[in-house]
């Protein structure tokens, strides 16, 4: 196959639509129904041996932590796929590392 006419950019950290995963057919990906779920998109990688790291599928982002890398690809490339409401403002969040990071600024004393 020839792919020359997408041109040679790279992946550029775009979110991937709702709609390429879990299709009816069941070719699309897998479905994603929980949060954790979405460990799919992370591979751990045994290098150097005894020392994993694990990596994002989409865009390969490195990770000490395999909740990290679960956490990366919810927040960048499954925002909103999940929300998360502020218990104290309730305000709707895209992710769980929006969440914390919006308790942290707005709710800090709280």
């Known amino acids: 196959d020839d792919y020359g006419q997408y041109g040679d950019q790279g992946y550029d950290g ?9 299709g009816a057919d069941g ?6 129904e929980r949060p954790s779920d979405l ?9 150097p041996p005894g020392f994993p790291t694990y990596s994002c599928e ?7 932590r395999a909740d990290d890398s679960r956490d990366h690809v919810e927040n960048i490339h499954f ?6 409401k502020c218990e104290i403002c309730q305000e709707d969040l895209k992710s769980k590392v ?5 308790k942290r600024q707005h709710h800090k004393n709280s």
Not at 58 to 64: D, E, I, N, R, Y
Not at 98 to 102: I, T
Request: proline share 7%; hydrophobic share 30%.
């Open 14 to 22: 775009q979110m991937i639509d709702p709609n390429m995963t879990a």
């Open 58 to 64: 989409f865009c390969g982002k490195v990770s000490s």
């Open 39 to 47: 460990m799919t998109y992370v591979v751990e990688v045994d290098n």
């Open 27 to 32: 070719n699309k990906g897998p479905r994603i």
């Open 79 to 84: 925002p909103f796929r999940f929300t998360y």
């Open 98 to 102: 929006s969440y914390k990071s919006h």
